[in-house]
């Protein structure tokens, strides 16, 4: 399969509130794409990336966070459900989208590509998986469930690809 870069902009995904989105239209900006789950063990990573988003969006971070019913019923709710909780009770204001697959039967595309970028292979393990991509769509780090996002070596990854804030 094609590495990430090649196709990242060519997906177009789903908001939380039903709109559609172009991947395309984050190019430039470095991303850090999570499936979350409300009824899951690390979900005060969202307390995290909403803080690691607060940080670094005005040097050009993007969250992008995709709420997953894949693992063991961590997220049954519907769009309005996770959206609610999300911005109630983590006050998160980085994007949401729409419930989509991210393993197994159905997968959906933008996952497929994520999952198959090279040096990067292999299924979603769990909730809370994170891939760090580059202004050029390339994946260039991926975290597992038990990293929280603000861990040094996100911090770090993301500080090696953001332009420092002018002095």
Known sequence: MADAGET?????????????????????KTLLVVNIASRCGFVPQ?????????????????????????????????NSEIESFCRLKYKTTFPLFSKIVVRGNGI???YQTLISSRGFEGE???????????????????????????????IQMIDTILPALPA
């Open 8 to 28: 990242m902009g060519s997906f177009t995904v789903v908001s939380i509130d039903g709109k559609e989105k172009k991947l395309s239209d984050y190019l430039g």
């Open 46 to 78: 969202l307390g995290s990336l909403q803080t690691l988003y607060q940080q670094y969006k005005t040097r050009g971070l993007e969250i992008l966070a995709f709420p997953s019913n894949d693992f063991l019923m961590g997220e049954p709710g519907a």
């Open 108 to 110: 959906h595309p933008l």
């Open 124 to 154: 979603i393990s769990w909730n809370f998986n994170k891939f760090l991509i580059d202004p050029d769509g390339n994946v260039r780090a991926r975290f597992g469930s038990r990293t929280d996002p603000m861990d040094p070596a996100v």
